[in-house]
C-alpha cells in the first residue's frame, strides 16, 4: 500500500474508533483509547513529524531558504561597528542559531567580521569588539571541537554521507550529534515518509579525512 494510502487507512480507523468512544463515554473528561497496531503507530508518528517539519518551515527560520541567509548577513552587517551592544545581541542570536545556518552562509559571515574588526582596528569600542572576537574565538574552537576522533559508529555514517547525501528519520541520534558538531546539514529535503536528506560538510569531510 501506498504511504498515502496508509494514511488514509489509520485516519479512517483512529475516527472510526473514536465515533465509538463517544457513543460509550457521558463523561466530558474520559480520555477515548484508541488501538492501533505498531505499523499504524509508524504512520501516526511519520504524519505529526511531517507535519511539525511543515509548521517549522512556514512559521520558523528556514535556513535552506537563500533570503534567510541574506537576511541574517545583512543584520551582521548592520551590527558591525554599531555602538549599544549591538555586538552583543547579535553574536548571541548567532550563537543560538549557528549550527542550523548554511555552511555558506556562516564562512560569509565570519569574513565579514573578520574584515571588519582587521579594518576597524582600534576604533570600535572595546566591549563590542571583544564581543566579535569571541564569537570569531567561538566558532574557531567548534571547528577544532569537530576535529576530535570520532566514534566508530559516527566515522561510519560520515563515510556514507561523503559519497552522497542520505535521508535519515527525525529521531536519529547519531545524525543529530553530527548536526551539533557541524558535520553534517539538512539539504531541505524530506521524503513522503517524513525523513530528512543530510549531507557532510566542509568540516565533516575534514573530520573524516583525520581519521587513523
Known amino acids: 500500500m501506498s504511504p498515502r494510502g496508509q494514511r488514509h487507512g489509520v485516519a479512517a480507523e483512529v475516527e472510526r474508533q473514536l465515533a465509538v468512544s463517544r457513543t460509550r463515554c457521558r463523561s466530558d473528561t474520559a480520555r477515548p483509547a484508541v488501538a ?11 504524519i505529526l513529524r511531517t507535519e511539525i517539519g511543515q509548521w517549522h518551515q512556514g512559521r520558523g527560520i528556514n535556513p535552506e531558504r537563500v533570503d534567510t541567509g541574506f537576511m541574517v548577513l545583512a543584520a551582521v552587517r548592520y551590527s558591525l561597528g554599531r555602538p549599544c551592544h549591538a555586538a552583543s545581541l547579535c553574536t548571541g542570536w548567532l550563537r543560538t542559531h549557528w549550527a542550523a545556518l548554511r555552511e555558506g552562509d556562516r564562512d560569509e559571515i565570519l569574513a565579514d567580521i573578520e574584515r571588519h574588526l582587521a579594518e576597524a582596528g582600534g576604533a570600535d569600542d572595546e566591549a563590542d569588539r571583544a564581543a566579535w572576537i569571541a564569537f570569531v574565538s567561538w566558532t574557531r574552537a567548534g571547528q577544532d571541537g569537530a576535529e576530535a576522533p570520532l ?7 560520515l563515510g556514507i554521507l561523503a559519497r552522497a547525501p542520505r535521508t535519515y528519520a527525525a529521531g536519529d541520534a547519531q545524525i543529530q550529534a553530527l548536526h551539533n558538531r557541524g558535520l553534517v546539514a539538512p539539504t531541505g529535503s524530506v521524503d513522503a515518509e517524513g525523513r530528512r536528506e543530510w549531507a557532510i560538510t566542509k568540516a565533516g569531510r575534514t573530520a573524516l579525512e583525520r581519521q587513523p
Open 151 to 157: 566514534a566508530p559508529l559516527a566515522g561510519y555514517r
Open 36 to 46: 492501533l497496531t505498531l505499523g499504524q503507530w509508524r504512520t501516526v508518528e511519520t
